[in-house]
């Protein structure tokens, strides 16, 4: 009998024990859903605060600091004719969209700035058109190669002076380039002999008689010292080699180091969803150059991340005095998100998207995201031939040559290529205005 007491006693306790335990998992679920709500709240007054500051030309959700200093909303300053001269010469442009002209203004005021702008919102405007308005060159530092080729493609549309220095420049070019951005040097004489090709735009305020083979050496690289605006380089280029950066240093003791960019800045963040750890190692250029401004771009950054991209590049707050931030809101209308069922095979699910593609996006171009660079020509077969040879489509990762990547680029720009299936070494940044679908 007393066994039978004990037993239902300990099966009482046990039971209000495990009450208590549902009570604090339920209590636990409650905080979790109320810091979610705080965090939503706390998103909408930041919110409300950088619209509020933004009706009153300022940046972003802190405290005005543009209306303390300078209001960069304006087309009053010594530079503003050449803007809008230049945006209609080079790209028709003759209206601004959301903070481009703030982030242009302060940054030819010489301001380091935070650039936080939707993707299509115009955010290499914002350093490409200061570049040719300053003399000397910008410096762009670049995640990925096939970035780094659409920008210099566009630029070169525009007869826009740009240098590429990366893994895939040969050392001829990159002689070349350096000499050009480094201004003319009496001592080397004719030391640097040869002509090779390069991969530099001439602008169309270039002599247009440094292509022939009249011209001295010398010649040659005063017109391209006029003509390179914007040097691209990834990230490596910075943290790996010493021979670049010092010659980067020779360009800054001359005054030619207008200005540094660090595009698609939140790889710098490893609380960002595209960390690269050669982001982390940019600090460096702040150290180096501190009179040279510097601006940072992106289209995705929450709150945290903004401010480990500050702490990385060496940048101050963003206060009075300090780092001005500009931001647009990120929403687009045009961009609608659909899930659908993939069908059990290869064979069935290549049929699906060349239906899917010629039914919806007949005459548009795409991407397809694809788990392996294998995938990527399996898909690109397959969409070719489930389509019955109607959709032209190539096969693009890292392990492709370099000519091959630009070729498929170039192809895919042109509308001669419809579907590029590709890994993430193809898309980030890229900007073409025909894009109607994108499918992982």
């Not at 391209?224 to 950066?245: A, C, G, H």
């Not at 020779?250 to 540094?260: D, W």
Request: proline share 4%; net charge neutral.
């Amino acid at each position: 009998m007393e066994a039978s007491t004990d037993n239902s006693a300990t099966q009482d306790e046990l039971a209000a024990i495990e009450q208590e335990l549902s009570a604090i998992e339920n209590q636990i679920t409650d905080l979790k859903c109320r810091r979610i709500e705080l965090e939503e709240y706390r998103d909408s007054l930041l919110a409300s605060l950088s619209s509020t500051t933004t009706s009153s030309s300022t940046a972003g959700p802190y405290e005005s600091q543009a209306i303390k200093e300078k209001d960069y909303s304006q087309d009053n300053f010594s530079w503003s004719a050449d803007l809008k001269r230049l945006a209609r010469l080079h790209w028709n442009i003759t209206t601004w969209r959301d903070k481009q002209l703030h982030a242009m203004n302060a940054s030819l005021h010489g301001r380091d700035t935070f650039v936080l702008m939707p993707t299509g919102g115009g955010k290499s405007l914002c350093y490409q058109l200061p570049a040719l308005v300053t003399p000397g060159i910008t410096l762009v530092v670049s995640p990925l190669l096939s970035l780094i080729r659409d920008q210099a493609f566009h630029l070169e549309e525009a007869s826009i002076g740009v240098g590429m220095l990366t893994s895939s420049t040969t050392k001829e070019d990159y002689n070349r380039i350096m000499d050009a951005i480094l201004g003319p040097n009496p001592s080397k004489g004719n030391a640097s002999k040869g002509r090779t090709k390069h991969p530099v735009a001439q602008s169309s305020s270039s002599n247009s008689s440094c292509s022939t083979s009249r011209n001295t050496e010398q010649e040659e690289t005063q017109s391209l010292n006029d003509s390179i605006k914007l040097v691209y380089v990834t990230p490596e280029k910075i943290s790996s080699s010493k021979r670049f950066m010092s010659q980067l240093e020779k360009v800054y003791t001359k005054g030619r180091l207008a200005r540094i960019v660090v595009d698609e800045c939140h790889c710098c963040s490893n609380l960002g969803h595209d960390f690269r750890p050669d982001y982390k190692k940019l600090g460096i250029l702040r150290v180096l150059f501190p009179n040279t401004p510097i601006m940072a771009l992106t289209a995705t950054a929450s709150h945290s991340v903004i401010q480990s991209v500050l702490s990385v590049l060496n940048l101050s707050p963003i206060q009075p005095g300090g780092t001005l931030l500009f931001d647009s809101p990120l929403f687009r209308p045009n961009l609608s998100y659909r899930v659908l069922t993939r069908p059990s095979s290869n064979e069935e699910t290549f049929q699906f998207l060349a239906k899917y593609i010629q039914i919806r996006h007949q005459r548009a171009s795409g991407i397809i995201y694809c788990l392996s660079k294998k995938d990527t020509h399996v898909f690109a077969q397959g969409i070719y031939q489930g389509s019955g040879g109607r959709i032209q489509s190539r096969a693009y990762h890292a392990d492709v040559e370099e000519q091959e990547k630009e070729l498929v680029h170039e192809q895919w720009r042109g509308g001669r290529i419809q579907v590029v299936c590709a890994t993430i070494a193809f898309g980030l940044g890229i900007n073409y205005p025909h894009v109607r679908f994108v499918i992982h």
